[in-house]
């Protein structure tokens, strides 16, 4: 385990009952590094980041968190990991400023200011709306300056503008040099924040790697759209579209073209266009999303098993 | 001592004193239900409360019935709505151990026991007089063990029942029959035989008769006394390895 390991996760199982919730997941994150995990509902997200916070006991596998173990050093482990937990709460008469005292031993000023609750300090934590809320939890999650910093649904509830204040707040951990583990279903989210994204079905991971490389290896083809009048057939024509690099299909449809294929594709067709003097007005191009790549990957995995754990670890490293 | 230890309860503490259930059943009913209670039977020394004086008689019972509603009601009701709500684990996440919030109730539910019944010997002593207290050590050893057992019993409910709903249904089922048959309801000489019967196995009617006895200076306490003291070691060592200390 190098210095900048944070988390290393190897063989690591989980069962409830006969259920195997995780299933020999192997996992790292580095110091300044956002890690992903995403995947469908039960896919084993949450019960991951349990394990790696040593508030569930794993069945089976090693894990190292900041060169301790969950298991046996759980208290040392949560002195260096800030958490925002699904599903959790806190007492409904504990003030905002109370809860930061208790939590972080200090005021948090600074955090309440950036994160727009230094005005609700005096209320109490049942009065809070759901953002603000989530807010709160992000607060102190970070109040102690973990080094490790685990978000489970980061923006659940949270409007466009404070969404953005905290994925601003998560660039800035990890340009501070901090790790952060994020359990998300918002993909968007998972494409502006990670350096790598884990995409989990039943306990396994099916891939792993950056955004833009899942993107490319699952999402599927860049779709070019325009309405293409009759007199320019003949120079725009499917047959004259198919025959430009990185085009692989071309369909017309009522005067309507659509043409997939690679990212090349979409500067020849631009070429093309121009050259023939023909600008179209409704002109679009769609890019492959990570939630394509994602919905593309799970569809095929839910047709077969999920790939062996070893050649997982593999893919991992290869990625990094 | 451990810091976030003495955050956790500093903040329980603070928290006791925002909670309506706690305010009621601890603070307000006990001495209510004293008033009513110690004023109905008069002040003349009476054979059914062993030739002293009622009100008297029910001012030292009454500081039982303190301890039986933080034991049966606040303490387990608190607890297993952290435990409803995910308070406990986001505690757990945030690095406190988990030893530590069995013993932040512990400290809780005894300072409240005390406070609570600091204020119903106040009202008590503005009222009906404070009796002279004759054996003060064995009175404070039965208030103290007693107050130790039930706290220990609320800790123990607290992380065994899955919801406040539960917590708070199976509190109330056990306070009251405590409380009118144990404590504050009418004395034993009123009682016929089986009621009798059954008051003499409960918890709390041991603890009220090892306090009450000592203070008052009637019957024997020591049998009672070693009752409760039996009491809240099992419960304390109950609630102990319930919570994981």
Redesign the interface.
């Known amino acids: 385990m190098s210095e900048t390991d944070v988390v290393t996760v190897r063989g690591l199982r989980k069962s409830y009952g006969a259920r195997a919730v995780v299933d020999g997941l192997d996992l790292d994150v580095k110091a300044g590094e956002i890690v992903g995990l995403v995947g469908a509902n039960g896919a084993g997200k949450t019960t991951t980041v349990e394990c790696v916070?040593g508030?569930r006991r794993p069945d089976a596998g090693t894990l190292r968190v900041l060169s301790f173990d969950p298991v046996a050093q759980p208290?040392r482990v949560?002195?260096l990991?800030g958490?925002q937990?699904q599903?959790?709460?806190?007492?409904d008469?504990?003030r905002v400023g109370?809860a930061v005292?208790?939590?972080g031993?200090r005021n948090g000023d600074e955090l309440l200011e950036q994160f727009g609750l230094a005005e609700r300090r005096r209320s109490a934590f049942a009065s809070l709306s759901g953002g603000e809320r989530q807010r709160l939890f992000l607060v102190?999650a970070l109040v102690?300056g973990p080094r490790l910093v685990i978000l489970d649904e980061l923006t659940q509830g949270l409007d466009p503008a404070a969404r953005r204040n905290v994925w601003a707040a998560v660039d800035q951990l990890r340009a501070d040099g901090t790790a952060v583990l994020l359990v998300t279903h918002e993909l968007d989210e998972a494409e502006r924040l990670c350096d790598r994204v884990v995409a989990m079905r039943a306990g396994r991971v099916l891939d792993a790697g950056p955004p833009r490389d899942l993107v490319a290896r699952h999402g599927g083809a860049v779709r070019i759209c325009f309405t293409l009048p009759a007199d320019m057939m003949s120079r725009l024509g499917p047959d004259q579209l198919e025959a430009l690099p990185g085009v692989d299909d071309v369909s017309y449809q009522a005067g309507a073209l659509t043409i997939r294929g690679g990212r090349a594709a979409i500067a020849h067709v631009g070429a093309a266009l121009v050259s023939a003097g023909w600008v179209p007005p409704d002109l679009s191009v769609q890019m492959p999303s990570l939630e394509d790549a994602l919905v593309g990957l799970l569809e095929r995995a839910g047709t077969g098993p999920a790939r062996d754990t070893t050649t997982e670890h593999e893919l991992i490293g290869a990625f990094r | 001592m451990n810091?976030a230890l003495v955050?956790?309860v500093r903040?329980e503490l603070?928290?006791m004193t925002?909670?309506p259930l706690t305010l009621t059943f601890v603070f307000i009913f006990p001495v209510v239900t004293m008033l009513i209670i110690g004023g109905a039977f008069g002040t003349k020394p009476d054979v059914a409360f062993d030739w002293v004086n009622p009100s008297h008689w029910y001012v030292a019972s009454y500081l039982t019935v303190v301890i039986a509603a933080t034991g049966l009601i606040m303490v387990p009701v608190h607890l297993a709505s952290?435990r409803e709500?995910?308070?406990l684990?986001?505690f757990?996440?945030?690095?406190f151990?988990r030893w530590s919030f069995a013993v932040a109730q512990l400290v809780t539910g005894l300072a409240a026991v005390a406070t609570a019944s600091a204020v119903l010997l106040a009202v008590a002593a503005l009222t009906y007089g404070l009796p002279t207290v004759h054996h003060p050590a064995q009175t404070v050893i039965g208030f103290v063990l007693g107050a130790l057992a039930f706290v220990s019993i609320g800790v123990l409910l607290g992380t065994v029942l899955p919801s406040a709903r539960s917590a708070q249904a199976v509190g109330l089922v056990l306070f009251f029959p405590s409380f009118l048959l144990g404590a504050g309801g009418p004395p034993p000489y009123a009682m016929g035989p089986a009621l009798r019967t059954v008051a003499g196995y409960l918890p709390l009617t041991r603890v009220t008769d090892a306090v009450r006895d000592s203070w008052l200076g009637v019957g024997t306490a020591t049998g009672s006394l070693l009752v409760v003291a039996a009491l809240a070691v099992a419960a304390t060592a109950l609630a102990v390895r319930r919570a994981g200390l």
């Open positions: 916070q508030l208290e949560r002195a990991v958490s937990l599903s959790s709460a806190l007492p008469r504990l109370e005292r208790l939590f031993g102190l102690n | 810091t955050r956790l903040a603070t928290l925002r909670e952290y709500r995910g308070v684990r986001r757990a996440a945030a690095g151990p």
